[in-house]
């Protein structure tokens, strides 16, 4: 039942409860019970709205790759990177880089002062590699495989 409701609401986040009652053959109440345990227990882990960057301005879409003096400083980047707004993402890889960073700008000047003037300039950033995204293709939830 959990993955059932699960796969309703990664189409579509917005459907009313008793629309997703009604396709599971339960009500309402025990959908919103069965959602706050989803939620409780961390399987959903959020919910909103997705605002296209570009209608607010960020026309620039870049990916920075960041190689750190030592990975044990990750926690203490990850602090200041908190204060930068652009930064939408973070991760700590393997691979060539000690952690990956997802950004929007507003336009190529803006890029520049976030790598030189911010992202360089933080405590243990040995060195940056960005990579600009020219178009998303893709973007979706993972799947949820429901048996019935």
């Given at each position: 039942?959990?993955?059932?409701?699960?796969?309703?609401?990664?189409?579509?986040?917005?459907?009313?409860?008793?629309?997703?009652?009604?396709?599971?053959?339960?009500?309402?109440?025990?959908?919103?019970?069965?959602?706050?345990?989803?939620?409780?227990?961390?399987?959903?882990t959020?919910?909103?709205?997705?605002?296209?960057?570009?209608?607010?301005?960020?026309?620039?879409?870049?990916?920075?790759?960041?190689?750190?003096?030592?990975?044990?400083?990750?926690?203490?980047?990850?602090e200041?990177?908190?204060?930068?707004?652009?930064?939408?993402?973070?991760?700590?890889?393997?691979?060539?880089?000690?952690?990956?960073?997802?950004?929007?700008?507003?336009?190529?000047?803006?890029?520049?002062?976030?790598?030189?003037?911010?992202?360089?300039?933080?405590?243990?950033?040995?060195?940056?590699?960005?990579?600009i995204?020219?178009?998303?293709?893709?973007?979706?939830?993972?799947?949820?495989?429901?048996?019935?």
């Amino acid at each position: 039942m959990d993955k059932k409701i699960l796969s309703i609401l990664s189409k579509n986040a917005r459907i009313p409860f008793k629309d997703v009652a009604a396709e599971c053959n339960v009500s309402r109440a025990a959908i919103h019970q069965r959602v706050q345990h989803l939620i409780d227990a961390d399987v959903i882990t959020g919910s909103g709205f997705d605002v296209n960057p570009k209608s607010l301005g960020y026309s620039t879409c870049t990916y920075v790759g960041i190689t750190l003096e030592k990975g044990s400083m990750y926690k203490d980047v990850v602090e200041m990177l908190k204060h930068i707004p652009e930064v939408v993402e973070c991760h700590f890889t393997t691979g060539p880089y000690t952690m990956l960073v997802k950004l929007y700008a507003r336009d190529n000047e803006q890029l520049m002062e976030l790598l030189n003037g911010k992202l360089q300039g933080i405590p243990g950033v040995m060195a940056t590699e960005t990579l600009i995204s020219l178009e998303q293709s893709l973007k979706r939830e993972i799947p949820i495989t429901v048996e019935d």
